[in-house]
DNA sequence: CTGTTAGCGCTTTCAT
DNA sequence: ATGAAAGCGCTAACAG
């Protein structure tokens, strides 16, 4: 046994084992194709050598990486956090690692960080974009032949795996509406920097339409003070419900709120959208419609490694909705008719 | 020009640039080693064919990888994410790209994780462990020679970046007990499981001790739900003040204060530990010891590119005590004699 | 300044 | 069932 090389290989292996390196190979490639004793003594020779395949040649000779790379705007968002957990935890089951890369939501970084993954020979990408329709790094990828879905978009050009956003800001419009709120507004971060952030103020649209009630929408930077919504709210015929286009947003607001001296719910009701795991710890609890996004991650997961392994490409029929659902916390008054039974806390 | 080829090679450019493919790789590498002429012509035949250096083959080649792997307990800690974004954001601009893994504060998961970094060759390691005294992992990795450093943890044999915690919840102590509080109670997960709670822990009794104080512990799972603090303040002598070792903690405490119908920071304070983002969007603002946590993940890559750079190992020498401060929220009442000028919001 | 060439460690035909 | 040998794409001597 010797111990002085820095990574033990094949070769060390095998003279150890008395094989040939093929032999070797094969004990970890394909078990079933070597002798029973042959393979007993490879392996007690790598455990002893403290051997480990280096997966680099493994890569360089197999052209497969097992590597997914992962492009997300920030992990200082929760949403993002939470849903690069679940893809963390699946890769591994799967054997997989991942390569994360943030891009700050800016489109420059997005390109640089697929050239870098694409080099880095990511055998498939998991993307949250800021616009599918136009994003060059997704036809580089296309091109490539490199398999990928995006998380959180949506697209009908692009494999995703997503929720009905549109449907359930739709819906919570219809609920707030039935017990009794009439000036619901939305506070969304700029509706040009994030399809989703589109998607969540079409839903809101049209829901109020469908109500019969006037959309009126504060779009505020993504790093925007309380104060921004805080002015905004201070008059007489203020929202009684402010539907957030995020968890972090709907924070703001409640601090907005409780500055200009307005009780939640009591005198405004606040709704937030991601459901993000940190909300149900808030006193009062986050109502919020709640996506799975450690699922959305698994989920996402799944598609690539389905697709890898049948070597196939992805398209938008590959990809997956998910169930939303809301989570019915105390920041939010059901005026007269609650849906759910009681609010938590 | 060819495009039905998946990826161009060296070979590919040199064809099309009419030279060896040691003059690609030079172009590459050492630029000031070619010509004017040459280089140009490299640089366009491979805009060309859109190569890019196949990292798998360099790595085999060099040795070296440019990855760094990242051990940490979950991304659903915030504290977590966000120092990991600080990693993700200083790897990337040191041309260095990472490989997380999550433990789940899993001591056979902290291993394996350690193992697959490893194969993955992995130039350094950055990681938060449950025990460096303990761990098997380091002892791997400081035979194979490999640097790294651990986040958050603290002890004598290993390179560690963290903050004085002790002192920090020493201090914190001594101010609430000048501002009078006299039943100062700490909240914290188990103490077995986690280095850093054991420090802030010390530094809780060291503080008390030297208030004069009697400490009184309330040991938690990980997972504990809010009824669990709220059945143990709910009693006449119940402490005035919490602290909680870490934020997500200090959040269940605020809930169980406020189920218990007490309110913060009226009946009773709370102060947090740890400094996440989040805590200054709520309502009140999360009083709490603050970690610079993306500063901290920023210093843990420089440690290790540093020592990558040089060829050097690493030692608990190259440790770094980066300053923490207090955040002055609304959740805590500085009873008689505020330290600072006035609590946020 | 440039080209030739030998591997890095591994997997995989192709023989045996 | 096993071994010999080729070669994945790249870099770094070494020669010129």
Same mark, same amino acid.
């Given at each position: 046994?010797?111990?002085?090389?820095?990574?033990?290989?094949?070769?060390?292996?095998?003279?150890?084992?008395? !094989? %040939? &390196?093929?032999? @070797?190979?094969? $004990?970890?490639?394909?078990?079933? *194709?070597? #002798?029973?004793?042959?393979?007993? /003594?490879?392996?007690?020779?790598?455990?002893?050598?403290?051997?480990?395949?280096?997966?680099?040649?493994?890569?360089?000779?197999?052209?497969?990486?097992?590597?997914?790379?992962?492009?997300?705007?920030?992990?200082?968002?929760?949403?993002?956090?939470?849903?690069?957990?679940?893809?963390?935890?699946?890769?591994?089951?799967?054997?997989?690692?991942?390569?994360?890369?943030?891009?700050?939501?800016?489109?420059?970084?997005?390109?640089?960080?697929?050239?870098?993954?694409?080099?880095?020979?990511?055998?498939?990408?998991?993307?949250?974009?800021?616009?599918?329709?136009?994003?060059?790094?997704?036809?580089?990828?296309?091109?490539?032949?490199?398999?990928?879905?995006?998380?959180?978009?949506?697209?009908?050009?692009?494999?995703? !795996? %997503? &929720?009905?956003? @549109?449907?359930? $800001?739709?819906?919570?419009?219809? *609920?707030? #509406?039935?017990?009794?709120?009439? /000036?619901?507004?939305?506070?969304?971060?700029?509706?040009?920097?994030?399809?989703?952030?589109?998607?969540?103020?079409?839903?809101?649209?049209?829901?109020?339409?469908?109500?019969?009630?006037?959309?009126?929408?504060?779009?505020?930077?993504?790093?925007?003070?309380?104060?921004?919504?805080?002015?905004?709210?201070?008059?007489?015929?203020?929202?009684?419900?402010?539907?957030?286009?995020?968890?972090?947003?709907?924070?703001?607001?409640?601090?907005?709120?409780?500055?200009?001296?307005?009780?939640?719910?009591?005198?405004?009701?606040?709704?937030?959208?991601?459901?993000?795991?940190?909300?149900?710890?808030?006193?009062?609890?986050?109502?919020?419609?709640?996506?799975?996004?450690?699922?959305?991650?698994?989920?996402?997961?799944?598609?690539?490694?389905?697709?890898?392994?049948?070597?196939?490409?992805?398209?938008?029929?590959?990809?997956?909705?998910?169930?939303?659902?809301?989570?019915?916390?105390?920041?939010?008054?059901?005026?007269?008719?609650?849906?759910?039974?009681?609010?938590?806390?």
């Amino acid at each position: 046994m010797q111990c002085n090389r820095l990574q033990a290989t094949v070769q060390d292996v095998a003279r150890e084992a008395q !094989v %040939s &390196v093929a032999t @070797v190979s094969r $004990v970890f490639n394909h078990p079933d *194709r070597v #002798a029973q004793d042959a393979r007993r /003594r490879v392996e007690t020779a790598a455990r002893t050598l403290g051997y480990f395949p280096n997966a680099s040649a493994r890569t360089l000779r197999t052209q497969r990486s097992r590597v997914l790379g992962i492009v997300l705007p920030t992990l200082l968002n929760p949403v993002f956090a939470e849903c690069l957990q679940g893809i963390a935890r699946s890769a591994t089951a799967a054997g997989y690692s991942i390569v994360p890369l943030t891009t700050e939501y800016d489109l420059a970084q997005e390109e640089r960080a697929v050239n870098v993954l694409m080099a880095g020979s990511a055998d498939a990408m998991i993307l949250v974009v800021s616009n599918p329709a136009s994003s060059v790094a997704l036809q580089r990828l296309d091109a490539a032949g490199t398999p990928y879905v995006l998380a959180y978009n949506r697209h009908e050009g692009h494999p995703c !795996v %997503s &929720v009905d956003s @549109v449907a359930a $800001v739709t819906e919570l419009v219809g *609920r707030l #509406a039935r017990s009794g709120h009439a /000036r619901i507004a939305m506070v969304s971060g700029q509706l040009a920097a994030s399809d989703r952030a589109q998607q969540r103020h079409r839903g809101y649209v049209a829901g109020m339409e469908a109500a019969g009630l006037q959309p009126q929408l504060l779009e505020i930077p993504f790093d925007a003070p309380a104060g921004h919504i805080q002015a905004w709210i201070a008059r007489a015929d203020r929202p009684t419900a402010l539907i957030c286009s995020n968890d972090l947003i709907a924070l703001r607001a409640i601090q907005a709120c409780s500055r200009e001296g307005l009780a939640v719910p009591r005198d405004i009701s606040i709704v937030g959208f991601d459901g993000i795991e940190l909300g149900k710890d808030l006193t009062p609890v986050l109502t919020t419609v709640v996506q799975p996004n450690e699922e959305i991650g698994r989920a996402a997961v799944e598609i690539v490694t389905a697709a890898l392994a049948a070597g196939r490409k992805l398209s938008h029929a590959d990809s997956r909705w998910l169930a939303w659902s809301f989570r019915d916390g105390g920041s939010c008054a059901w005026a007269g008719n609650p849906t759910t039974g009681r609010s938590a806390v």
